[in-house]
């Protein structure tokens, strides 16, 4: 079975700051990969997905991600953040198959200072 | 507004109460997924449909849980008999368009409805 480990449960920063959130997954064969964010009061959102192709991905509002295989990690960055991007973020593997069900992180709690 | 929606969007009951929670997909989505979530943690997956036939079940689905999807559209999930442990946020998610790759699986979420069991 497949799991998703986010380091960080509440990570606090000053605007501009940079930020980088960790993910690391275990699952033994070739997976779809994706960030959640869910802003209070709405519901989850795609950030960024990736399938296959370049590691390196971009998604919406300046957040790319990076898949290393090795370490089965597919960390979340973005060079400077802002305080709109306060929210909670999930990390969610599912496997390359038909059936997709996700599996997902316990999410982080991203805090920006204005 | 063509995404997942859910209703009701809020539901208190009192423990032994039974409750049913609906969702509408995305129309061309063939995949609907529930999962619940509570607080300080991810969603957890709970079953999953493609077309009307549900092909997983979660150990966290007990057998006070079933959901259905009798037409390929909508969903619906009962608890019968509420525990107080029941308390959560149920999510719906649909992926799948017919002219999807196979691992073309993102999921668009609804936004959930917010189970309370007193």
């Known amino acids: 079975a497949q799991s998703v480990s986010q380091h960080n449960h509440h990570v606090i920063l000053s605007e501009a700051a940079s930020l980088e959130l960790g993910c690391n997954y275990s699952y033994g064969g070739t997976v779809n990969l994706f960030w959640y964010v869910q802003y209070p009061g709405q519901h989850l959102q795609l950030l960024l997905k990736?399938?296959?192709?370049?590691?390196l991905v971009k998604g919406i509002k300046g957040f790319e991600a990076e898949f290393i295989k090795s370490k089965f990690s597919f960390n979340l960055r973005k060079p400077s953040v802002q305080w709109s991007d306060t929210a909670e973020y999930f990390c969610a593997v599912n496997p390359n198959t038909n059936a997709g069900k996700s599996t997902f992180g316990d999410g982080t709690t991203l805090t920006v200072k204005p | 507004d063509t995404g997942v929606s859910q209703d009701p969007r809020h539901k208190i009951t009192k423990r032994g109460q039974n409750v049913t929670f609906r969702c509408d997909p995305i129309s061309e989505h063939n995949r609907l997924y529930w999962y619940r979530q509570t607080l300080g943690q991810g969603p957890e997956f709970l079953t999953y449909?493609?077309?009307?036939?549900?092909?997983?079940k979660s150990r966290l689905l007990s057998d006070r849980f079933s959901a259905e999807r009798p037409k390929g559209s909508f969903s619906t999930l009962e608890i019968q008999r509420t525990e107080q442990g029941d308390s959560a946020m149920y999510l719906c998610a649909s992926s799948g368009r017919t002219s999807g790759r196979i691992g073309d699986n993102e999921q668009f979420f609804g936004p959930g409805t917010r189970l309370t069991v007193l």
């Open positions: 990736y399938f296959s192709g370049d590691p």
């Open positions: 449909f493609q077309n009307e036939a549900q092909l997983e």
